[in-house]
C-alpha cells in the first residue's frame, strides 16, 4: 500500500532546469504532434519557439515556487488513472487510425469521455455509499483519495461519447468498438492505482498472496487484523485477459457494436465473480436478495443487456445479408 507515489518538498536549481528544459520540448513535441493530427497549428517559427519557451520558464518557476512553499504529493491512485487515460487514449488513436479515421477526434472524443465517466462513476460510488459522505458533503470532491464506480463510469461515457458522436456526425457504435479493448487496457492501470491506494479490497484469506492492508475493514467497521484477497490485482489481471481476447474477437465480430456488448458481458462476468470476494461497497448484500451483492446485480443486467443486443443484431445482419 503506497497511496502517495512521490513527495516533493525541496526544489534545486539543477531540477528546475531539467523541469524547464523537459517542458520546453513537450511544448515543441505537442506542436509538431498537433499538426500531424490535422490541427490548425501554425508552424513552429523562431517566434513560436521563443513563446513555447517563455511559457514554460513562466510555469516552471510558478510551480517551483509553489511546491518550495507547499510540497506536492503526487497519489499512486490519480498517476495510475491518468497513466490508464494515456494507454486508451493512444490505443484509440491507433486503432482508429488504421480504419480511416483522423487521429485528432480521439483526442476530443477523449475528453468528452473523460469528463462524463469521472462524473458518472463518481456520483454512482457517492450515491451506494453516501452515510460515509453525507456529514462532510465537500468529501464528495476529493478524487484522489479513490472511490470511483465502474458500471457510473460506463453509463457517464456512454451518455457523454453518444452526444459526441452526434454532434460530430460519427457512427457511435464504430467508435464504441474501436475505444473498447484501450478501456480494458486502461481498466487495469486504474486497478493497480486501487492496490497501492488501499481501497477496493477483498475479504480475509489465508492463501499465500494474501495482503495486509492498514487501513482495511468490514464493512460495520471492525478493523481487518489479517490479509485479505488482492482483487484489485484480480481486477488488473483479468482486465488485461479481457483485452486480449476481445482483440481475437474483433476479427471475427462484423456488426457494429459487438466488440464493445462482448466488452460489456466479459467485464460483467469477472465482476461478477470477484464480487464474492471483494470487500466495499458494491460488496454489501442486498436486503431482499443477501445472496447477492449490488455490483453482482448490476453485473448480471449489463450481461443479459449486452447478450440480448448482440443476438438482435446478429440475427437483423444475417437477415440482412
Not at 436486503?287 to 449489463?302: C, E, F, M, N, R
Request: charged share 15%; hydrophobic share 55%.
Amino acid at each position: 500500500m503506497r497511496p502517495i507515489l512521490l513527495r516533493v518538498e525541496q526544489v534545486d536549481p539543477g531540477g528546475v532546469l531539467l523541469a524547464l528544459l523537459i517542458l520546453f520540448l513537450l511544448t515543441l513535441l505537442w506542436r509538431r504532434a498537433a499538426r500531424a493530427l490535422g490541427e490548425d497549428v501554425p508552424p513552429l517559427t523562431s517566434v513560436a519557439v521563443l513563446g513555447s519557451f517563455l511559457f514554460s520558464l513562466v510555469l516552471t518557476v510558478g510551480a517551483s515556487l509553489i511546491i518550495s512553499r507547499f510540497g506536492f504529493d503526487i497519489k499512486s491512485y490519480g498517476a495510475m488513472l491518468v497513466l490508464g487515460f494515456v494507454a486508451a487514449t493512444l490505443w484509440a488513436i491507433r486503432d482508429g487510425t488504421r480504419r480511416g479515421h483522423q487521429p485528432a477526434i480521439f483526442l476530443d472524443l477523449a475528453i468528452y469521455v473523460l469528463v462524463g465517466a469521472v462524473v458518472g462513476a463518481r456520483l454512482a460510488y457517492v450515491a451506494l455509499d453516501w452515510h460515509a459522505y453525507e456529514a462532510h458533503p465537500e468529501a464528495v470532491l476529493a478524487l484522489w483519495q479513490g472511490g470511483l464506480s465502474f458500471h457510473g463510469g460506463v453509463a457517464g461515457a456512454l451518455l457523454t461519447g453518444a452526444i459526441f458522436c452526434w454532434r460530430y456526425r460519427k457512427p457511435f457504435w464504430e467508435m464504441a468498438d474501436i475505444v473498447a479493448p484501450g478501456v480494458a487496457l486502461g481498466y487495469s492501470f486504474g486497478r493497480v492505482g486501487c492496490f497501492l491506494n488501499g481501497c477496493c479490497y477483498g475479504v480475509p484469506t489465508h492463501l499465500p498472496w494474501g495482503v495486509r492492508f492498514p487501513t482495511a475493514a468490514f464493512l460495520d467497521g471492525r478493523p481487518i487484523n489479517e490479509p485479505v484477497h488482492p482483487t484489485q490485482l484480480y481486477g488488473a489481471a483479468a482486465s488485461l485477459v479481457i483485452f486480449g481476447l476481445l482483440l481475437l474477437a474483433r476479427r471475427y465480430l462484423r456488426v457494429r457494436g459487438h466488440v464493445f456488448a462482448l466488452y460489456i458481458a466479459l467485464y460483467s462476468i469477472y465482476r461478477f465473480l470477484v464480487e464474492f470476494l471483494r470487500h466495499g461497497v458494491t460488496g454489501a448484500p442486498l436486503p431482499d436478495l443477501p445472496i447477492l451483492t449490488v455490483g453482482q446485480v448490476v453485473s448480471a443486467a449489463l450481461f443479459l443487456i449486452a447478450a440480448a443486443g448482440m443476438a438482435a443484431t446478429w440475427r437483423r445482419d444475417r437477415g440482412r445479408r
